[in-house]
T-cell receptor
């Protein structure tokens, strides 16, 4: 397996633009997590899904953020409109409940909002 | 609420010395405590974990201890090497039946040759 795949790896956009981050979890994993990492706030859980259903979105900062998981092999995190304070590294991770719960992280998307 | 505190935020040691990182958690029902290592520019990766039915676990130079009564757990790295330099995150899985982890703020470990 190729591991968790994220795209794009880097994204530079201007304030006000829509940004869409994509994630493909490891095949067979039933949990998918979106994290945001910044120097100030560390590693924050934004939202996570179990069997494609959102379970906890309490970490989503505001209505400008939305996430979907239309099927077991794909998820998106969308920011609309983007703001400079959204600049961060966004990680997607997946895990399999019955396999020791280890979360496998993707390589991350470095987002810069100018 | 759900919270994991991690100390210290930075740690500098000489090669060959030991390093200890400590974490406390708020939910007494937490039962799974992983540690992740993140090298500069890379993704976090699991290095060791411990479950609530075990007090200590060791893997070569790395060990983790858990004190459920005090609600704290620690990472111990012995005979540190320059390649151990990274940011280390502790985490706790909070009760609720799902795989949600709350991460500590991280410890930046620097091992000097």
């Amino acid at each position: 397996d190729a591991g968790v795949i994220q795209s794009p790896r880097h994204e530079v956009t201007e304030m006000g633009q829509e940004v869409t981050l994509r994630c493909k979890p490891i095949s067979g994993h039933d949990y998918l997590f979106w994290y945001r990492q910044t120097m100030m706030r560390g590693l924050e859980l934004l939202i996570y899904f179990n069997n494609n259903v959102p379970i906890d979105d309490s970490g989503m900062p505001e209505d400008r953020f939305s996430a979907k998981m239309p099927n077991a092999s794909f998820s998106t995190l969308k920011i609309q409109p983007s703001e400079p304070r959204d600049s961060a590294v966004y990680f997607c991770a997946s895990s399999f409940r019955l396999a020791d719960n280890e979360q496998f992280f993707g390589p991350g998307t470095r987002l810069t909002v100018l | 609420g759900e919270n994991v505190e991690q100390h210290p935020s930075t740690l500098s040691v000489q090669e060959g010395d030991s390093a200890v990182i400590k974490c406390t958690y708020s939910d007494s029902a937490s039962n799974y405590f992983p540690w992740y290592k993140q090298e500069l520019g890379k993704r976090p990766q699991l290095i060791i974990d411990i479950r609530s039915n075990v007090g200590e676990k060791k893997d070569q130079r790395i060990a983790v201890t858990l004190n459920k009564t005090a609600k704290h757990f620690s990472l111990h790295i012995t005979e540190t090497q320059p390649e151990d330099s990274a940011v280390y995150f502790c985490a706790a899985r909070f009760s609720g039946g799902y795989n949600k982890l709350i991460f500590g703020a991280g410890t930046r470990l620097a091992v000097h040759p």
